[in-house]
T-cell receptor
Framework: LAKTTQPISMDSYEGQEVNITCSHNNIATNDYITWYQQFPSQGPRFIIQGYKTKVTNEVASLFIPADRKSSTLSLPRVSLSDTAVYYCLVGGAGGGNKLTFGTGTQLKVEL | DSGVTQTPKHLITATGQRVTLRCSPRSGDLSVYWYQQSLDQGLQFLIQYYNGEERAKGNILERFSAQQFPDLHSELNLSSLELGDSALYFC??????????????FGEGSWLTVV
């Protein structure tokens, strides 16, 4: 299982770009990298997923270097409502894997 | 709305009792996962089922058990409850599309309070 390491917390201000990096040194060949957002007492919500290089959707970008040992979630122009815990999850498709979440990063956005 | 439905949303019960939490996965999803999240804690993986068969097991207590039925819904049974079992229990599902990586979609959770 690929263990992930993220910063425990980050602070930002509204309108800034936030980059959260996740380390996953022992990522396997068939592992994907997925990021989730979780608000208090709610289920984690899928943000973005990638395998290599760069992926962008309407809410975020995901940068993955060639060695895939880390990934960076980029949130453009954050707002107060982006205050949440962000989890990086590394794992393969299908069954048989435990899809274990790390400790996550508590992002706090202020005015 | 993720498409994953969990019931009940809230449950209060006494120590020593037994409860059953229910999960309906997204339409067509074959995998169901159960996670436990205690107050201010991370998501602890409990168990995974795939098309009715247990596929992976995490740090699930012996007092806890789960199963996935032919219609793919799943139940998590918690028995001999202790105060420390108070937590949010999440169900998640995946597997609707091939090649979809490990995208799992979470329900809104069942909040269990043991008193």
């Amino acid at each position: 299982l690929a263990k992930t390491t993220q910063p425990i917390s980050m602070d930002s201000y509204e309108g800034q770009e936030v980059n959260i990096t996740c380390s996953h040194n022992n990522i396997a060949t068939n592992d994907y990298i997925t990021w989730y957002q979780q608000f208090p007492s709610q289920g984690p919500r899928f943000i973005i997923q990638g395998y290599k290089t760069k992926v962008t959707n309407e809410v975020a970008s995901l940068f993955i270097p060639a060695d895939r040992k880390s990934s960076t979630l980029s949130l453009p122009r954050v707002s107060l409502s982006d205050t949440a815990v962000y989890y990086c999850l590394v794992g393969g498709a299908g069954g048989g894997n435990k899809l274990t979440f790390g400790t996550g990063t508590q992002l706090k956005v202020e005015l | 709305d993720s498409g994953v439905t969990q019931t009940p949303k809230h449950l209060i019960t006494a120590t020593g009792q037994r409860v059953t939490l229910r999960c309906s996965p997204r339409s067509g999803d074959l995998s169901v996962y159960w996670y436990q999240q205690s107050l201010d804690q991370g998501l602890q993986f409990l168990i995974q089922y795939y098309n009715g068969e247990e596929r992976a097991k995490g740090n699930i207590l012996e007092r806890f058990s789960a199963q996935q039925f032919p219609d793919l819904h799943s139940e998590l049974n918690l028995s001999s409850l202790e105060l420390g079992d108070s937590a949010l229990y999440f169900c998640a599902s995946s597997g609707r599309q091939s090649g979809s990586g490990n995208t799992i979609y979470f329900g809104e959770g069942s909040w269990l309070t043991v008193v």
